[in-house]
């Protein structure tokens, strides 16, 4: 169970679900074509009944889950793409089933990453055998890598978002910063500009890629490295 923190809310402790309802959701998994090493899948793909479902278990987005070695967290053996559902749940791709890998029950690292959001990963390494294994990433009660790995929001935990290109970082400014992206994505002269789709620069993951204004996916970015040092970084707690 995790959270995003761009579409979370916090008057009803869920995440919206605006792509979806725009039907912007991809059947097939981004994260192969967006570059990232697949190690023992690829390629997974949903159903438009799937998408359609509503309510709390109504998908949010596609999330890649990965194990990793016990003893060196930094080798992945084995990952998968996996759906969010607005309540936090991650599931299979038929949108209810818990996700499953092709690996020995063990002790793994258990790392969730998203598209436009740093990944976190489990501090320790998580037995997964029999009976079946609940990870919750949003309560604090299981212990994450590194420091400060997700925002806290009145003691729920969220995964950062503004990594919109997806290279582990969030930056306001400097050499290929996530502000930048944005602008240019509306066309790069007119900040008022808007762009609709299924695109990383998305912070708030509303479906509109915005510079200025209401709901802005700039200030996410900002906020997010703290506000008041523009040239401040923050990076992902991923080994």
């Known amino acids: ?13 869920m995440m919206h679900d605006d792509l979806r309802t725009a039907g912007l959701i991809p059947l097939t998994e981004p994260y192969t074509n967006l570059g990232y090493t697949r190690i023992g ?48 749940g991650v599931v299979d791709t038929d949108g209810t089933s818990p996700i499953s890998f092709p690996v020995a029950a ?4 258990v790392a969730i990453r998203h598209r436009n959001h740093l990944g976190v990963m489990t501090a320790d390494a998580i037995a997964l055998e029999a009976p079946l294994r609940s990870i919750d990433l949003t309560t604090g009660d299981l212990g994450t890598y590194g420091t400060h790995a997700q ?35 509306i066309g790069g002269s007119i900040p008022t500009a808007t762009v609709q789709g299924y695109i990383g620069v998305d912070s708030n993951m509303n479906g509109t890629a915005k510079y200025s204004g209401l709901n802005n996916d700039r200030e996410i ?16 707690q991923l080994p």
């Open 1 to 13: 169970r995790v959270f995003l923190q761009g579409p979370y809310e916090a008057n009803n402790g």
């Open 41 to 88: 899948s690829d390629n997974e793909n949903t159903t438009t009944d799937v998408l359609a479902l509503t309510g709390n278990d109504a998908i949010v987005d596609w999330v890649l889950v990965e194990l990793r070695d016990p003893a060196d967290p930094a080798t992945i053996l084995s990952n998968r793409s996996a759906l969010l559902q607005r309540d936090g």
């Open 106 to 109: 063990s002790h793994y690292h």
């Open 151 to 185: 925002q806290e929001h009145n003691g729920v935990l969220l995964l950062w978002s503004g990594d919109v290109d997806g290279n582990g970082t969030i930056s306001y400014s400097g050499l290929g910063n996530d502000r930048d992206r944005i602008l240019q994505s």
């Open 221 to 236: 970015i900002l906020q997010n490295i703290g506000g008041s040092v523009p040239t401040a970084i923050r990076a992902a």
